[in-house]
């Protein structure tokens, strides 16, 4: 029997008024539809710890396909995956819910796609990355409240390890070893011990290697958007988790100095960089493989399965860092129009790498430089404003546009009439009349 708990205090002090109120109409349509449905997972988890978390996982045991559909009705949208017995809710205001069916899993071997064979809350419990996020709590209306934990994740969560439900938990899918880091660092907790044990061991044994690309990238993508990067590479450099799961790779000390510095950059100038949130993982993907072997590097990318674009900007931070410097290095003075036109050819998640990568100072600060500030830098004209003096619609708008950032990257324009001025004297109109 499972260690119960009533936690609706709990959940009446921590929870926003939309997740209250979304829970309680999901467990009363459960209870219409005769189903029994929980809440689990990290929800539970973070609940438990104080921590703000709105990915509502449910779990039914029963049809959760009929419940998910029966929500159509309701203005919500839905999708459903028919072989998995899964699907997500999407009420107005594109708030998602998950809803699964308590499902047990059989691995027919390591890294197969799981079947799924109807079961119960137990069964579904068990199949998780770790007793902490094994927990899970009724939502029907006549137990609501009701924390429901089997595996001892409250104990795991009071100790604050992470600790897997069995043995073969990592030879079933690998992928929870790059969980459980992403998840150690972002909670401060500790592996106990055994746990620990099974990693090292799944790392020698070569589980990782098994992984798909596409599983491997988005664990790593997961990682290395999290808010400190740092801690985890340097975890997974001691564990030897970069080799097994890229042959040949070297993340040396030059790589580590070069993730280092990305996660401070991120860190100082979060609010000042350009929106690369989508994209920063890149940069520390470009930096991890900064050392290794050409072959090892295309390897590595192929691997991943990366979209043209993703590549492209892998590629060129690796491959363009010295003409980069060569371009806006040196001790001479560099003007900002020299490191605006240079820079703008690049994305910004490339040239923040460079930024990280580069030995010479004077090319980190000129990058900075341009990624906090020039790369924004706009004329207070616009296109309006120019046809508003007589100059004809077409593309010599756009040239005198881009003639007017130049100008005001050299400093000769500060003011709106500065720039009037200034286009007067650069186009005068005159001269395009009789041209
Ligand atoms: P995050 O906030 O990073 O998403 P989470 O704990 O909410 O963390 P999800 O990826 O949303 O994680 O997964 C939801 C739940 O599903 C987890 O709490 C975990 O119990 C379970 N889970 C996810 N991936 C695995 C896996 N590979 N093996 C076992 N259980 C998993």
Redesign the pocket.
């Known amino acids: 029997l499972p260690w119960t708990e009533d936690v609706s205090q709990l959940m009446a002090q921590r929870l926003s008024p939309w997740i209250t109120q979304t829970l309680r109409r999901l467990g009363r349509r459960a209870e219409e539809m005769s189903l029994k449905a929980y809440v689990v ?2 929800f539970v ?1 973070d609940l438990l710890l104080g921590k703000e978390n709105q ?1 509502l ?1 449910i779990v039914i045991e029963g049809d959760a396909l009929a419940f998910i559909k029966s929500w159509e009705t309701d203005g919500c949208k839905v999708a459903v995956h028919e072989r998995y017995k899964t699907g997500t809710i999407v009420f107005p205001g594109d708030k998602k819910v998950d809803v699964a069916t308590a499902r047990r899993e059989f691995y027919e071997y390591p890294v197969a796609l799981p079947k799924v064979a109807g079961d119960s809350l137990k069964h579904d419990l068990y ?3 770790f007793t902490v ?2 927990m899970a709590i009724s939502i029907n209306r006549t137990s609501w409240g009701t924390l429901i934990d089997y595996f001892g994740g409250r104990r795991d969560l009071q100790s604050r390890q992470l600790r897997v439900l069995h043995n073969l938990s990592f030879v079933e ?1 690998p ?2 070893v790059l ?1 459980g880091l ?1 998840l150690k660092q972002r909670l401060g907790f500790e592996f106990e011990d055994n746990t620990f044990r099974l990693i090292k061991s799944a790392v020698k044994g070569g589980l990782l290697g098994l992984l798909s690309g596409t599983r491997v990238k988005n664990e790593l993508k ?1 990682i290395f958007m999290e808010e400190k990067v740092y801690p985890i590479v340097l975890e997974m450099v001691r564990l030897n988790i970069f080799e097994a799961l890229f042959s040949g790779i070297k993340v040396d000390r030059n790589c580590i100095r070069i993730v280092r510095r990305l996660s401070f950059f991120l860190r100082r100038l979060r609010y000042d960089l350009p929106d690369i949130e989508e994209d920063v993982w890149l940069a520390f993907l470009a930096a991890v493989i900064f050392s290794s072997a050409d072959w090892v590097q295309h390897a590595t990318l192929d691997k991943l399965h990366l979209s043209k674009s993703n590549r492209e900007i892998v590629e060129k931070a690796l491959d363009d860092l010295g003409t980069a410097e060569n371009a806006i290095g040196g001790k001479g003075m560099r003007s900002y129009e020299e490191i605006y036109l240079f820079l703008r050819d690049a994305p910004y998640v490339t040239a923040l790498f460079w930024a990280a990568a580069t030995q010479q100072w004077r090319v980190r600060r000129r990058i900075l430089l341009y990624l906090t500030r020039l790369h924004r830098v706009n004329p207070i004209l616009m296109g309006r404003d120019l046809v508003e003096l007589g100059y004809p619609k077409g593309p010599l708008i756009g040239k005198i546009l881009e003639e007017l950032l130049l100008a005001r990257l050299r400093g000769e324009v500060e003011t709106r009439e500065d720039e009037i001025k200034w286009v007067k004297n650069n186009y005068p109109l005159y001269v395009l009349k009789k041209g």
């Open positions: 997972g990290g988890r990915d996982d199949r998780r990355d996020n094994s899918d992928t929870r969980r992403r997961l």
